[in-house]
């Protein structure tokens, strides 16, 4: 239940730096960008019908946050209540 802990923090500060190199002109045009871009886009793509955006400002990335942490502690809570089961 750690390893899924620490995968989901992770995941989580991919998330956060996807948004950060969106303040730098050209971030996502490194290496380091493609490679968070490849890694990000297929789950915050699951969140672009929602339209999101108020003016210039896009709240996609703080709700992916907010339903990836959601659901890694629900499976978190499920998995703890099958090990302790046994």
Known sequence: MALISKAITLYTYVLVIYALLSWFPGA???????????????????????NLSIGPIDFTII?????????????????????YMI
């Open 28 to 50: 996502y045009d490194s290496k380091i960008g493609q490679f968070i871009i490849r890694i990000s886009r297929p789950y915050l793509s699951m969140f672009d019908r929602l």
């Open 63 to 83: 709700v992916a946050i907010f339903v990836l942490q959601l659901a890694g502690q629900g499976l978190i809570l499920i998995l703890a209540r099958l090990v």
